[in-house]
């Protein structure tokens, strides 16, 4: 953070809102010292005092007297903490604390941390940890070497703020303070976060940043039908991941009342949290590896390098939360894909529950790695697909089909009046894409349209040649 704050900077904080080195308080109170604490035991940040927890200023006055209550609670912490900066800047109070030197510090009331927007007491486990894990600086603070502001997206800039659902205009004028905002930006250097998160090439800088991902046929890894390698932004592989996920796994429909909700076999939200996980956890001071989506008959995998963070113990797994990444994890936290507190872990096998299946393997060494099982009843059998009825789709002798046509077919099944745009989110290709498939589909007697275009249905040949 700058020594003096300016009001265009401030205005960028309150649109921004809170994170993981922002805290508004509506008023002054001694309570501040925990997260005073916080942010001396983490990343540093900035403390607002007049902003509600809308961001509506409502204002702070700072006299004398307050400057020095706020300097005797940072002295009567453990050890004593020095506050870069206190003004008054527009309306409000800023307090600047920089990232202690002596970690870790405490108050009165006890240990305290900043995970994501929130400022959090710890644990005797969790003080533990942060009391074993190491001092060197993290991978994402590191500057990413030849990496200048021309390199930065403006693109992907608008892309994160689209999914943060920020309102700011961001250009080449005002990107050194937004990015600073963010801490990604330090003393004129672009952290290696930053980099991962917005950098218009990200290969030609950390060219091992990426997602690898792939279908297989069978249990094992010797018939790959489908692969996809991401070298692109963070955002952009989890995008990709998803959308790779949801092309490969089967969907069914359940009505509910008057709707309709399209059921993945493994809950979409559990696989997103592992996605998540994975890129926010992920050791990408690592080279020469790469964060893996891996779909089986049976059986998905997600991976990526780095097992747990230093000071977790396996005995931790699931109850501590440390953050490998904290920088990562707080832009994903603002773009709505991050659980608070820690929770992806207990809410991945709450999902699984759920739904009926078995509660995800969690592994863990040198990589860590999710494997959710797969539901028998819809995932890939060798002699075909099972639809509705018993029906297996593709089963017809001597007639070979691709996957994404099995999944056209079983979809037809399903919904025989569903349309080739609802084919098109289903089966996860284009819309051009099915119309070509459901064509070799006609010329191979599988499939036919009974009536018209608008107002008729399809219907699944259970012969060959009609």
Avoid at 183 to 194: F, L, S, T, W
Avoid at 311 to 331: C, E, M, W, Y
Wanted: contains cysteine; aromatic residues 8%.
């Amino acid at each position: 953070m700058p020594s003096v704050m300016k009001l265009e900077e401030l205005k960028l904080l309150v649109k921004e809102g809170e994170g993981l080195l922002v805290e508004f308080k509506e008023r002054y109170s001694p309570r501040i010292d925990r997260d005073i604490v916080a942010f001396s035991n983490t990343k540093g940040g900035v403390v607002v005092l007049g902003i509600s927890d809308d961001g509506k200023m409502v204002g702070q006055k700072l006299s004398n007297k307050l400057k020095a209550e706020i300097n005797d609670l940072a002295r009567k912490c453990d050890p004593p903490i020095t506050v870069k900066k206190i003004s008054q800047t527009d309306k409000v109070v800023v307090i600047e604390i920089g990232e202690g030197d002596e970690k870790h510090y405490s108050c009165s009331e006890g240990y305290f941390r900043r995970l994501d927007a929130t400022t959090q007491k710890m644990e005797q486990r969790e003080v533990r940890t942060l009391f074993r894990e190491t001092e060197t600086v993290s991978f994402e603070d590191l500057s990413c070497k030849e990496l200048r502001l021309g390199d930065i997206s403006i693109k992907k800039v608008k892309s994160f703020l689209k999914e943060a659902d920020t309102s700011f205009e961001v250009t080449r004028a005002n990107l050194p303070p937004f990015l600073t905002s963010l801490g990604v930006y330090e003393k004129g250097k672009i952290k290696n976060a930053g980099a991962l998160m917005f950098a218009s090439r990200i290969e030609k800088f950390l060219p091992h940043a990426e997602s690898i991902l792939g279908a297989f046929k069978g249990k094992d890894k010797t018939n790959i039908y489908d692969r996809r390698d991401v070298k692109d932004d963070l955002l952009a592989q989890f995008t990709e991941a998803v959308n790779f996920l949801k092309k490969h796994l089967n969907v069914r429909s359940e009505i509910r009342g008057m709707k309709r909700f399209d059921l993945y076999e493994v809950p979409l939200d559990a696989l997103r949290e592992a996605v998540v996980n994975a890129i926010v956890h992920r050791d990408y001071a690592i080279k020469g590896t790469s964060s893996y989506v891996r779909i089986y008959d049976d059986r998905v995998e997600i991976e990526n390098p780095g097992g747990l963070p230093a000071g977790i113990t396996k005995r931790d797994f699931g109850k501590s939360s440390v953050r490998r990444n904290p920088l990562i994890a707080d832009l994903f936290h603002r773009m709505g894909k991050v659980e608070r507190m820690g929770s992806g872990i207990e809410r991945m096998i709450d999902l699984m529950r759920e739904a009926g299946l078995k509660e995800p393997l969690f592994e863990m060494d040198t990589f860590f790695r999710v494997t959710f099982y797969r539901d028998p009843r819809y995932s890939l059998k060798a002699e075909g697909r099972v639809g509705k009825g018993g029906i297996k789709v593709g089963e017809k002798v001597g007639v070979r089909i691709t996957d994404n046509q099995a999944k056209i077919m079983e979809a037809m099944q399903k919904d025989p009046y569903i349309s080739a745009i609802k084919l098109s989110e289903v089966v996860g290709i284009s819309h051009r894409k099915i119309e070509a498939n459901i064509a070799k589909l006609r010329e191979k007697g599988l499939v036919r349209r009974i009536g018209p275009a608008k107002g008729g249905h399809w219907e699944i040949s259970k012969e060959r040649g009609r």
